[in-house]
């Protein structure tokens, strides 16, 4: 079931909603929980009943591991150990194979010229997702930072539906003593009024931005061999924006679900294309993905502490790893590579600027010792933004591409494509009919180009929302429950339903 979709927005939350709050109002704790697994499996299942079986196997299996590693702490942490071991390599083992089998095959018949069988395996949606919450469960549970979680608690922590599909990847200790207050809790309406404006922020996001340029780019895509440099100069610009706004569009939309049921899920994403370089990128983009790597293999590996070269080394395998949690495909491999080695080329020069401050320190006269002029420091920033950005824009050519060639077919066009008008199909999907309407209204459809305005006009729009506006998480903190605030969020709620005859699922749905 999709978030942007009739039958979840005018059935099933409404039903949830309805039925968790009275259960929650007779103090029916069990109940109540109870109530949220179910409508979160129903939301699951409504994809495919096959993947409602792999989750709820997943689940069960997780669990008794769970079991045994706390069963196996009075006899001894090697044995709790071995135990813990054992679920994270089935976890890693179901997710190979769903994931990764074909492309492995794929790659073995063409080195070894073998004909192994392509299963052409479907993959479980939110797999990657629900996977990696169930590792970090069973590291932190040999790890003592739970002592007891009970079956319907774990069932909830795994399905909860608002993050189930395309993450954040939350944690035990964020979600379990939630789920613990539920029924002896009173109603937040200022949580509620809040998550409702932040879904509808989310909603926007995804489908009048998002699904907008995902138009444009899915065109572009199907025809690489036609584009123009225009054209493909374009498609990168967009993908990158459709990319972000989907992405974030769907945590947002999680976040606020979260919040009209009394749930804090964390935040994923914090403006991350107006980062200064990539390290700072990866503490704003995919938030909960970089902890989850950080916490449960960047740290485990010894981190910064074992000296420099195996902190590069370390970085260097967690970007890998990132490349490969996304997607099986040389695509995906490069895509993280690439971000790998800016990253430890930008670590690189802080740390060898740290090191050349320190030794000067003591020869620097008090007089040198003086702030940075603050029209350097804001040319530096704008300057790293820009930089980082179209890094960015560049390598999630690789993340978009279906192969290697169509993406190297995209970067071909970019450079030898020739300069000519926008393609009509790319322009056509920004010539929205409400706002076509208003471009013949005021009779700027007879002026040159004029198919080009509306697409300027809303990319123009968006890249100053990316980079000059807050962020939906901080507008949502700024909300005021007046009036004038809630017409206005009824109005954009009211634009989003009227623009669902397109849906379209989420980018990360795929990985």
């Known amino acids: 079931m999709l978030f942007n979709s009739y039958i979840f927005i005018f059935l099933f939350l409404p039903l949830c909603l309805a039925g968790f709050y009275l259960l929650e109002k007779h103090k029916k704790a069990v109940p109540a929980r109870l109530w949220l697994t179910g ?11 096959t993947y409602l079986l792999i989750m709820i196997c997943s689940i069960l299996a997780n669990y008794a591991f ?3 590693i706390k069963r196996l702490e009075r006899c001894g942490r090697r044995w709790s150990r071995l135990v813990m071991a054992l679920g994270v390599a089935g976890n890693l083992a179901v997710l190979f194979y769903f994931k990764y089998y074909d492309f492995f095959i794929e790659n073995l018949n063409r080195i070894f010229r073998a004909d192994f069988v392509v299963r052409g395996i479907l993959l479980p949606l939110g797999i990657s997702f629900f996977t990696f919450q169930q590792i970090g469960f069973l590291v932190d549970a040999y790890q003592g930072e739970l002592d007891a979680c009970p079956f319907v608690d774990y069932m909830l922590f795994v399905s909860f539906f608002p993050q189930l599909i395309a993450g954040p990847i939350v944690s035990q200790d964020e979600m379990l003593p939630q789920f613990a207050a539920i029924g002896n809790r009173k109603v937040d309406w200022q949580k509620l009024r809040s998550g409702t404006v932040l879904f509808v922020l989310g909603m926007a996001k995804k489908v009048l931005v998002a699904d ?4 444009a780019v899915d065109w572009a895509y199907a025809n690489t061999a036609s584009l123009s440099s225009v054209d493909a100069a374009l498609t990168i610009l967009f993908y990158t924006l459709q990319l972000y706004y989907d992405f974030s569009g769907y945590c947002n939309m999680a976040r606020g679900l979260g919040w009209m049921l009394g749930i804090d899920i964390p935040k994923n994403f914090d403006s991350p294309y107006k980062s200064a370089d990539i390290i ?43 490349g ?21 080329i930008t670590r690189a020069l802080q740390l060898w600027k740290k090191d050349r401050a320190q030794a000067q320190i003591h020869r620097r006269p008090p007089d040198e010792d003086a702030p940075r ?27 978009r591409a279906e192969n290697l060639p169509q993406a190297l077919t995209v970067f071909d066009r970019l450079a030898n494509g020739g300069i000519t008008l926008p393609a009509e199909p790319i322009t056509a999907a920004f010539n929205l009919d409400e706002l076509w309407y208003a471009i013949k209204l005021l009779r700027l459809d007879a ?65």
């Open 373 to 399: 002029p603050v029209w350097k420091t804001r040319i530096s920033k704008v300057t790293g933004t820009a930089f980082t950005f179209l890094f960015y824009n560049l390598i999630c050519v690789f993340f």
């Open 39 to 49: 409508f979160s499996l129903w939301f699951y299942g409504y994809f495919n009943l």
């Open 66 to 68: 769970f079991v045994g």
């Open 280 to 322: 700072e990128f990866w503490r704003r983009w995919h938030i909960t993905l970089g902890r989850f790597f950080r916490k449960y293999v960047y740290i485990p590996l010894g981190g910064n502490r074992r000296g420099r070269t195996r902190m590069y080394l370390n970085m260097f395998l967690v970007f890998f790893l990132s």
């Open 447 to 511: 002026l040159p180009y004029s198919a080009c305005y509306l697409m300027v006009i809303i990319t123009a729009a968006t890249l100053t929302a990316t980079f000059a506006a807050p962020n939906a998480d901080q507008m949502t903190e700024r909300f005021k429950g007046k009036t004038w605030n809630a017409i206005l969020t009824a109005i954009l709620a009211a634009w989003c339903v009227l623009s669902l005859g397109g849906v379209e699922r989420f980018l990360y749905f795929n990985f």
């Open 324 to 344: 490969i949690w996304h997607g099986a495909g040389w695509t995906f491999l490069i895509w993280g590579l690439a971000q790998g080695v800016l990253y430890l």
């Open 212 to 215: 907008t340029f995902g138009q």
